[in-house]
Nanobody
């Protein structure tokens, strides 16, 4: 069974919002940093955000101020709230606890 499972992707218009969710297996979640990566079509994967076990956060410059990462340790979940989405945010988004990756969820932003 998958150890990281994402959900919440979809198609939205420019300026819209989505909230991605990730559920992780206990043995790769507790006391570990969690990442969201994304991979636009034809481009390299890049870090969107990450959050420590205690809640310290980091954001890539291209999403800072628009996206919020959070986690619920009791539920073994991590979230990515994405607001004011732009066409350049179109990508497959991945939940990651290195070296483990989820299957990805597609986010498409139309203009």
């Amino acid at each position: 069974q998958a150890q990281l499972v994402e959900s919440g992707g979809g198609l939205v218009h420019s300026g819209g919002s989505l909230r991605l969710s990730c559920t992780a297996a206990q043995n790769i979640f507790n006391r570990h940093i969690m990442f969201w990566y994304r991979q636009p079509p034809g481009k390299n994967r890049e870090v969107v955000a990450h959050i420590s076990d205690s809640g310290d956060t980091y954001y890539g410059d291209f999403v800072k101020g628009r996206f919020t990462i959070s986690r619920d340790n009791a539920k073994r979940m991590v979230f990515l709230e994405m607001n004011n989405l732009k066409p350049e945010d179109t990508a497959v988004y991945y939940c990651v606890r290195p070296p483990f990756w989820g299957q990805g969820t597609q986010v498409t932003v139309s203009s």
